[in-house]
């Protein structure tokens, strides 16, 4: 089988990888109806965890392994989910990307395993602060496509929020693998990063400072209306 990732690249890969720090684990799942991409973005994924003895890979399939795709909560595929692995455990951050990385993308996988191996936000203190005290769940659902320059730092940032706080799950969604999605949210240029299923909306790859704004409104607005 071909590589999809040349030696060049490869090569790039292992040099961003040694910053991994602690074990990562990786969760692909994969649908054998209506999913083009599942296999090139098993075959990537498998590729870049072959450049890290730090990270490993769980296959797993929608239809057959049902109990583990309850459990976190995926529906579509291609989806995979990037958490920490401490011995036997594996920490679940709400990490989640739906769609093949590829393109700018694979940079925010690249980022993510980094990320997630150094078990810390890097988020400012405010941020911090502001998600710690958190009492309602909140979701984000960033819509990006390959060929945006801006994408990743949207998804890494998101991403960020969802591993400071367990209130959080963030998606990295690929646009044009789920049209329907794009559609519902009225997605018509990426990023798109939208607050709990279209509470709230934010264009363009934002300051943490914006992103932070305006989940506090989603948040305030959810607690008027109780």
């Given amino acids: ?11 790039q890969v292992v040099d961003a990888l040694q910053q991994v720090k602690e074990p990562v684990q990786v969760l692909f799942f994969s649908s054998q109806e209506n999913c083009d991409y599942c296999n090139d973005t098993k075959q990537l994924l498998e590729e870049v965890v072959e450049l890290s003895d730090k990270v490993s890979i769980d296959v797993y399939d929608l239809d057959t392994d049902r ?17 920490a692995k401490n011995g036997d455990e594996i920490v679940d951050y709400g990490i989640r990307f739906y769609g093949i990385p590829s393109g700018h993308e694979f940079s925010s996988l690249i980022h993510d395993l980094i ?12 941020t911090r602060e502001f998600l710690a005290e958190l009492k309602n769940p909140v979701h984000l ?17 998101a991403h960020q929020m969802a591993m400071e706080s367990p209130m959080v799950v963030a998606d990295g969604i690929e646009a044009t693998e789920f049209p329907d999605l794009a559609d519902q949210f009225f997605v018509s240029g990426v990023p798109q990063t939208t607050i709990n299923m ?3 909306t934010v264009i363009g790859a934002v300051p943490e400072q914006h992103l932070l704004n305006e989940i506090r409104k989603v948040a305030a607005e959810k607690v008027e209306a109780r």
């Fill in 141 to 157: 659902m960033v819509f990006v496509t390959p060929t945006c320059p801006y994408c990743p730092r949207a998804v890494v940032l």
């Fill in 67 to 83: 109990e583990i795709a309850q459990k976190y909560q995926i529906e579509k595929a291609p989806a995979f989910i990037i958490a």
């Fill in 1 to 11: 089988m071909e590589k999809l990732l040349s030696e060049d690249i490869q090569k």
């Fill in 115 to 126: 990320l997630v191996s150094g078990r810390d936000s890097g988020l400012n203190p405010q």
């Fill in 198 to 200: 279209g509470a709230g």
